[in-house]
Each structure stands twice: as C-alpha cells, then as structure tokens.
C-alpha cells in the first residue's frame, strides 16, 4: 500500500520538473569580454543577421551549417519576448525581440564572439 502514494509523489515532481522546463527561456545570459549576451545552453554566444527581416530567416542552406540557428520544437510557442519562426524548410527557430539567433561555427568555447561584426558587421552579438 505504500507503494502507491510514493509513486504519486515521485510521479508529481516529476511531471512539476517538466512544467518548469517547458517554462524556461530558450537561452541564457552569459558574460563575455563584450559583455552581457545571449547564450545556448551550453554558453555558447548566439548572434543575430541584419538581412533577417520580418520575422524570416535569411540564413539557410551553407549560411546555417556556419550560423547553426537556435532550433525550437515544433511544439514550441512564443512567451515574452521570444517569438517561434518558421524556416524555408519548415523547421522551428527561436527569436528574441523578433531577431532570429544564431551561434557560430568557428566559437569554440563559451564566452567566445569571434562572429561579432562578421560579414561587414551584418553578424551582431545578441544582447539580453
């Protein structure tokens, strides 16, 4: 009989932890040598693209394999400032203020913003 309410409880917090998860912004905040900017999880800086306009992405194809884009699950939905868009090949991504985020391929550990003014300055740090 003891078994049942543990199973409930251990089931509830369970269920209370994947709530919480779903809750949570799809980035981080993370200091670097510029200063405060968005991060993936892993701390990784994520970067914003001036040709992005309208909330569409303008990075596709070999521009994404270089600016992996912060993916977001079909599932996904907006809360504050964080918007979904859809890509050209239908999949989810994350914007913040409407930007769509990026990290850099050549940003090889966290804190790092080797893409900051890439491309004549058409690559920007994304700023919390």
Do not use: H
């Not at 919480?20 to 991060?39: I, N, Q, S």
């Amino acid at each position: 009989m003891r078994l049942l309410p543990t199973f409930s409880l251990l089931a509830a917090a369970c269920l209370g932890g994947t709530i919480a998860a779903f809750a949570a912004d799809p980035a981080a905040v993370g200091e670097t040598a510029k200063g405060k900017v968005l991060t993936t999880t892993a701390g990784m800086s994520l970067y914003t693209f001036a040709k992005d306009a309208g909330g569409k992405a303008a990075c596709n194809g070999q521009c994404a394999t270089n600016w992996p884009p912060l993916m977001a699950g079909a599932d996904a939905k907006a809360m504050g400032e964080w918007t979904v868009i859809t890509r050209d090949d239908g999949s989810k991504q994350w914007a913040y203020k409407g930007k769509p985020l990026y990290a850099w391929v050549k940003d090889g550990k966290p804190g790092d913003t080797t893409g900051d003014g890439f491309l004549g300055g058409a690559w920007s740090l994304a700023r919390p």
